[in-house]
């Protein structure tokens, strides 16, 4: 909630009973076509872990107005039934990271760009001025850019930390050795990816994903089939449908296709192909 600016506890419940009120309690109630549960996932994967909770909260006062007539009568109950849930109870669906690519921001306070070395040493720094963009717009958005190689961050414990790791698997050490959550492979200099298969220059896949050693930290890539396709690739995604969904994929400027993953028991799964909706 911090990293959101929300200060305290006590702005962060007004900002849980304000979302789960006006954006998905009452649009719930008036329009019978509202995908409640969708909206409630999204505020969720925000980090905001309680609205599930407030949203059934919301069913009591609407059925016992007699005693809370007002609705500022009725807060403190809240506040006092959360008072009483540890964030231990809470189930992982909730505190693993679950996306979009948005909400790996409020997640983090640095983010770490690992770059690849199995490639020309021209190519690399190349890569790492590149990444020097995109450092510059990490920092303006209050996050610490820490640039960092593949084969250093093959040594450093990664449990609390976030890293968006470019290249591919035959080209970033990193990479290499990860076990990711996304169907994601990379064969013949190609990207294999949710049952299908992108050739050819200028592909560029943008996902996220949890932190294979701690869920509750996100985790990006940037996959190319040519290490030359990731340079400029960090301004692609510009839209908001692009920044709130879980993965795009581009082929030089034209965005072949972006969705959401499906994700049951840690398995992040294509299902929404082409559609954020």
Sequence with gaps: MKRQQYPDWKIALYEHIVRTCAEIHLLGKLHK?????KALEYQEGRGFWYVSYIDSLLDVYETRRKEYPTFSKFVPLIATRLSKISVDDLPERLTAFAGPISA??????SIHLIYPT??????????????EYFAGFLSSAGKKPIPLSDKEALKIDWKNRTGFVYGNPEDNLFLRELKI??????KDNAIE?????YEGKGVVLISCLPNPFNKKLPFAVMIANSPEDLIGAGSRISSPDEWNADYVIFRG??????????????KWSVIFRGDQN
Excluded at 33 to 37: M, R, S
Excluded at 104 to 109: E, G, K, V
Excluded at 181 to 186: A, E, H, R, S, Y
């Design 33 to 37: 076509d509202f995908n409640k549960k």
């Design 104 to 109: 790996i921001f409020s997640r983090a306070d």
């Design 118 to 131: 199995a490639i020309d040493q021209e190519l690399v720094n190349r890569i790492k001025t590149d990444l």
């Design 181 to 186: 959550q996304i169907p994601l492979g990379f």
């Design 193 to 197: 990816f949710g049952g299908d298969r």
């Design 253 to 266: 400027d034209e965005k072949l296709d972006g969705g959401l993953y499906h994700k049951e028991k840690g």
